[in-house]
């Protein structure tokens, strides 16, 4: 047992409470750190449980990557097993067969094989003590990927009569998602284990500007390297680079005046587009090093440049909320540390005028789609997004407390971001006198 505490001995904790949380037949919402293998909270607990534990993973690699945990702490088929679609009939059989005599403590599954019939029926047989749902913000519209466990929603959950307890991992997010996930999932009452992301791999600079030109100059000298250090149009180093613009024409333009300046590899993608081609560019961005690609709306989510890539997120607009903002950024920087081992620095550059908030305040105004109710909620989330910007604070400490849903955390400045740089040189002017400017010109 000893294995399980060691991956992450400061943090057992959760593990703790994890287990007395199920112990009591709780439902849980957990989120966890950057790099935090979600399996090493709930492996003890499952392993304790006495009874079958089913835990669904978004897809079959996932459930790759948690069988090599529990082989590593010596624990194999039985007590571990999956039913995922990939193994033989014999196979599968003798999963099932296992299953009935009670052998199996821990079963993995994917969305697919969990709305399947046969799957459905296990689950009556068996006395399932809890279910792990990994990466259950995906139950949230807002997340990428969410078709998928909507339909686990409606064709597997939903036609189970009664639940047993859920247990539901999540990244980072704030509190007001934990109540909107459990909402979604008529949960009643639950238990929120939560920790602080951690946010060392992640860099965020945020450039005010007054106009569109100024703007695209900057992106345009960010993107070759600072004057003076790299050629006019092309690119400084290896630099995967995701370019967030508001919709289709925009990134149309942007991407034109891009390739009219002399860089290359410069891919546009929107949600307009065929299927095909999305998926087209979403190829190149994950094996080119230098592809630039400026989207509106596609599903990037599976973005995930070369290892040697140094990759940059550039939002061009305003992101939804701060939220998104968040989830966009340091969902990157997991994807690159679960696929590559290791940590990589991920950079994310929010561009900002007046002129961009003022546009996206028009559009969500003129969205025949949005009853007033959505349009309040869709406008509140922008002017926080605004006052973020604003702000004095470090951006990633500010970023972290928005996460616990309070104004301040315990964080050191995280020292590379636009606000501690302003603070380490000389400031001109005071600093009534900035306010001033900042919420005229901003
Ligand atoms: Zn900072």
Known sequence: MVNFFKHAPV????????????????NVIASFPLGYPAVSTYAF???LAGGLVVAVCPSSRHIRRNLDYFKAAGFKFPDVAYLDGTQMPHEERAVEKEVNHN??????????????LTFLEILVHSQVNF???????????????????????????????????????????????FRELSEILDLGAYHAIQCPPLIEPVGIQVRRMMTEHQ?????????AGHPGTG???????????????????????????????????????HYKKTLREQAHVLDVA??????????????????????????RLIFWSPPASVDDLFMQVFRQAQSMQDSYGEQHFMKGLVLYTKEDYQAAIRRLQSNKNLDDHELDEKLRVLKHYRRWVLSENCRLQSLAAHYHGTSTIELPPCGTCDRCQEKRSARNGGPMWRKWLQRWFY
């Open 131 to 177: 279910m792990v749902i990994e990466e259950a913000d995906r139950f949230l519209p807002v997340t990428p990927g969410h078709a998928l466990y909507h339909r686990f929603q409606r064709e597997g959950l939903d036609q189970l009569r009664k639940l047993p307890p859920l247990a539901l991992m999540i990244p980072p997010m704030p509190p007001s998602r």
């Open 103 to 116: 052998r199996v403590r821990l079963l993995y599954t994917t969305p697919e094989r969990f709305t399947s």
């Open 215 to 223: 703007k695209f100059t900057y992106l345009a000298d960010a993107l």
């Open 231 to 269: 050629k006019l149009g092309r690119l400084d180093g290896p630099g995967a680079t995701l370019i967030q613009t508001a919709y289709p024409a925009q990134a149309e333009k942007l991407g034109a005046s891009l390739l009219d300046y002399g860089f290359e590899s410069v891919w546009i993608t």
């Open 45 to 47: 607990a499952s392993m």
């Open 286 to 311: 994950n094996t080119r090093l230098n592809a630039i690609v400026v989207n509106a709306g596609s599903d990037m989510r599976a973005w995930l440049p070369p290892f040697e890539a140094n990759p």
């Open 11 to 26: 943090r057992d904790t959760y593990q703790k409470r994890f287990l007395e949380a199920v112990t009591h037949r709780r």
